[in-house]
């Protein structure tokens, strides 16, 4: 198979962000005389959006959904002023997008995070290299709802089989697998390899150049 295209997660496989998402819920949880969280422990909340992470950190475990909601704008508002204070591609991944943008290999990201989150990250720090840029809009087509995935596609005229959707959660395999795209899992990002593996992942990168080696 001649892949024509890859789809990237953005958290956790392009850019390291744990330390700006968890500094800003901590910020909130804090307001609020809560218990805060470090940083390994936000690894395991996050992958599902941020409405999904708020109710994790939240110390209720079935949080009303007025305090949800409010917990919500408040972390939407704090960290969109920080998102790129310590947030930075992972070691690699730049040159990755250098070769791929090479071989005429087209490369689009699909996160959970807000649409509007997403783009501002994926400006600021990978430009030039990354279109369409998609974020989450509607809770209803989260992945691992194949449905943008899918639409990118249609948008940048690939083949779902012709593309590679990689990422570092079960949430992005579970979503290439149903958009019959090729899943490929990476090892240094939020989630353990066993967990990639288990889901279904055909590959995992030790290093972002592997990927090359499964294109050519």
């Known amino acids: 198979m001649k892949y024509k295209a890859v789809i990237f997660d953005l958290d956790g496989t392009l850019v390291n962000s744990i330390k700006d998402i968890a500094d800003a819920m901590n910020i909130v949880l804090e307001k609020r005389k809560y ?9 395991t909340f996050v992958g599902s959006g941020v409405r999904s992470l708020v109710v994790k ?3 209720d475990e079935n949080p ?4 949800v909601a409010a917990c919500l704008k408040d972390m939407m508002q704090v960290y969109s002023a920080i998102c790129t204070n310590k947030t930075e591609p992972y070691e690699g991944i730049l040159d990755l997008l250098h070769q791929l943008k090479a071989k005429n290999i087209k490369i689009s990201v699909l996160s959970n995070k807000e649409d509007t989150l997403t783009k501002k990250i994926s400006a600021f720090l990978l430009p030039e290299f990354l279109s369409p840029v998609l974020g989450l809009k509607v809770e209803v087509d989260k992945k691992p709802n194949p449905k943008v995935a899918l639409e990118i596609c249609d948008e940048i005229q690939i083949k779902p089989e012709e593309t590679i959707f990689v990422g570092d959660t079960d949430v992005d395999i579970l979503v290439a697998r149903k958009a019959k795209m090729l899943p490929v899992g990476v090892s240094w ?6 967990g990639l593996i288990e889901a279904g992942a055909a590959h995992i990168l030790e290093h972002p150049s592997d990927l090359m080696k499964i294109i050519l």
Not at 64 to 67: A, F, G, R, T
Not at 189 to 194: L, M, S, V, Y
């Open 189 to 194: 990002g939020f989630r353990d390899k066993k």
């Open 64 to 67: 009303k959904d007025e305090e």
């Open 35 to 43: 218990p805060t969280y470090n940083y390994e422990t936000y690894k």
């Open 57 to 59: 950190a939240l110390p």
